[in-house]
């Protein structure tokens, strides 16, 4: 069965530094998706970045990018210049095309320091 | 933007207690999921939904859990005798299942069971 470690419970950032959020993955699929959710206060899922596994370009959405690592099955996140609204749950995800049901990590709290 | 949206935002239910949550996924999704966080865990996938017929379903969903689209708008998930241990936040999503690999997450519904 596919797992999802996020070895990280808590982070912390001072404000607009970078920092680094990890995630490995197993799986024996070759075809899946990997995301990063972040979970404010208010508990709703929101998508922050995803990268299709066949693709070998790292995926960039303004200040986060990933460092997707395929044979390493890693998937980390990276925000670049924190800001105080960044902080919340990231949650790292992987799912299959054909079904699409999400498999979570346990998430990391992230706390960003003004 | 079009959104998922989710009621009731709390419910309060009494154990042994038959309890409906609703969603409404975005109008032009095909795939829909159920998915339910207890207090300070990871999301866990509990169910997805397509062409009018369960498509996949994890091993939390059992005989005391259904799901329904009545009326082609609607996206029920029905409990039907509660459990203490049921007390968790449910998340709907919905996505297009047309190459589209992203779910959007409604706003969630708190059910505390006591």
């Known amino acids: 069965a596919q797992t999802v470690t996020q070895s990280q419970p808590e982070m912390s950032v001072q404000e607009a530094e970078t920092v680094t959020l990890s995630c490995t993955y197993d799986t024996s699929e070759s075809d899946y998706y990997l995301f990063w959710y972040k979970q404010p206060p208010s508990r709703q899922m929101i998508l922050v970045i995803r990268q299709e596994a066949y693709k070998q370009q790292n995926a960039t959405e303004n200040r986060f990018s990933v460092n997707f690592q395929k044979a390493a099955k890693s998937f980390s996140l990276k925000i670049s210049d924190s800001q105080l609204g960044d902080a919340a749950m990231y949650f790292c995800?992987?799912?299959?095309?054909?079904?699409?049901?999400?498999?979570f990590g346990k998430g990391t709290k992230l706390s960003v320091k003004p | 933007e079009p959104e998922v949206t989710q009621t009731p935002s709390h419910q309060v239910t009494q154990m042994g207690q038959e309890v409906i949550l609703r969603c409404v996924p975005i109008s032009n999704h095909l795939y829909f999921y159920w998915y339910r966080q207890i207090l300070g865990q990871k999301v866990e996938f509990l169910v997805s939904f397509y062409n009018n017929e369960i498509s996949e379903k994890s091993e939390i969903f059992d005989d005391q859990f259904s799901v329904e689209r009545p009326d082609g708008s609607n996206f029920t998930l029905k409990i039907r005798s509660t459990k203490l241990e049921d007390s968790a936040m449910y998340f709907c999503?919905?996505?297009?299942?047309?190459?589209?690999?992203?779910?959007?997450f409604g706003q969630g519904t708190r059910l505390t069971v006591v």
């Open positions: 999503a919905s996505r297009t299942g047309h190459g589209d690999t992203e779910a959007f």
């Open positions: 995800a992987y799912s299959e095309g054909s079904q699409g049901n999400l498999i």
